[in-house]
């Protein structure tokens, strides 16, 4: 399973930006996906996952403010992040896996860089 995010750049506090990540391969092997983030000194984070029934998991510090969803037909893996403050700067990473439990483990992209400036 390849996997390659885009979407990322530097945008303002409050502003809100768009994550994709286009899966290729054996996706039918990997029906779980979510999205990551690893600042500078932090540990990485799940953000948001989604099943494959469309389950949804959001961390604590986003719900509200992000929105995972997917697009099966184009096999696309979406992150909609409104409100965006400079403490949701990171790399973000999409990953792909059978569960949420296996994500860490599962195929990962390069990710992509989102710069919240204040």
């Known amino acids: 399973v390849r996997v390659v995010e885009s979407g990322g750049g530097l945008v303002q506090a409050g502003g809100s930006l768009r994550l994709s990540c286009a899966v290729s391969?054996?996706?039918?092997?990997?029906?779980?996906m979510g999205w990551y983030r690893q600042a500078p000194g932090k540990e990485r984070e799940l953000v948001a996952a989604i099943s494959s029934g469309g389950n949804t998991y959001y961390a604590d510090s986003v719900k509200g403010k992000f929105t995972i969803s997917r697009d099966a037909t184009k096999n696309t893996l979406y992150l909609q992040m409104n409100r965006l403050s400079p403490e949701d700067t990171a790399m973000y990473y999409c990953?792909?896996?059978?569960?949420?439990?296996?994500?860490?483990?599962?195929?990962w992209g390069q990710g992509t860089q989102v710069t919240v400036s204040s």
């Open positions: 391969g054996s996706i039918f092997s990997r029906p779980t």
């Open positions: 990953a792909a896996s059978t569960t949420i439990a296996t994500l860490s483990r599962g195929s």
